[in-house]
């Protein structure tokens, strides 16, 4: 355990759904991150917070909608989401407010879209 | 914009011996982080080991030792003595100084270890 924790684990959702993934971090840090992993690609950074600010969207779509209401918690609202969309979302932590930061990963979310 | 290259698909080695998995990167930086992951089975990304690109001495925990060659912007990751539990994809991630703690992902390696 990284004290990086994910809900769901597993995301079976029709394209006309709305849902949302948790993730958590006990670990004191201020900056999160969500990710995406593609089979055979490598992971995409989609979304940065530093103390709750987003600080990069890495030009995701608009159905892919972040929010981070504190320093501990960052949500990824899904909403009309394509087929395409199926991966595993990694969210990561790190100490937040500068670069040179190693990042620690929560087990992530198996999503598939119907 | 950098890259990062791991051209081992897939990897497998015997237990108790020892294994290198290769990683290069293109950059133009000249103060950067590297680092390698393990994703076992279970899916959660854990940090191996992670080098400096300042440091000239080569990064070390426990079975894992990495050879960084600065020049030739190779990461090599060795894993020595490997274990049942080593089994998992590994990548290879590149940070620039200045990024902000944005990491630049290879496309992994499969390692396999055997019995």
């Known amino acids: 355990e990284t004290g990086v924790t994910q809900t769901p684990r597993h995301l079976v959702m029709g394209m006309t759904n709305k849902k949302s993934l948790k993730c958590e971090q006990h670990?004191?840090?201020?900056?999160m991150y969500w990710y995406k992993q593609s089979a055979k690609k490598p992971l995409e950074l989609m979304f940065v917070y530093n103390f709750k600010e987003q600080t990069e969207n890495n030009s995701v779509p608009s159905r892919f909608s972040p929010e981070c209401p504190n320093s501990s918690h960052l949500f990824l609202h899904l909403h009309t989401l394509q087929p395409e969309d199926s991966a595993l979302y990694l969210c990561?932590?790190?100490?937040?407010?500068?670069?040179?930061?190693?990042?620690?990963f929560g087990p992530g979310t198996r999503l598939l879209v119907l | 914009a950098q890259t990062v290259t791991q051209s081992q698909p897939e990897m497998s080695v015997q237990e108790a011996e020892t294994v290198t998995l290769s990683c290069t990167y293109d950059t133009s930086e000249s103060n950067y982080y590297l680092f390698w992951y393990k994703q076992p089975p279970s899916r959660q990304m854990i940090l191996v080991i992670r080098q400096e690109a300042y440091k000239q001495q080569n990064a070390t925990e426990n079975r894992f030792s990495v050879n960084f060659q600065k020049a030739a912007k190779s990461f090599s990751l060795k894993i020595s003595d490997s274990q049942l539990g080593d089994t998992a994809m590994y990548f290879c991630a590149f940070m620039r100084e200045t990024s902000g703690s944005r990491l630049t992902f290879g496309e992994g390696t499969q390692l396999t270890v055997n019995p």
């Open positions: 990561a932590s790190s100490q937040g407010g500068g670069s040179q930061e190693t990042q620690y």
């Open positions: 670990l004191g840090h201020n900056a």
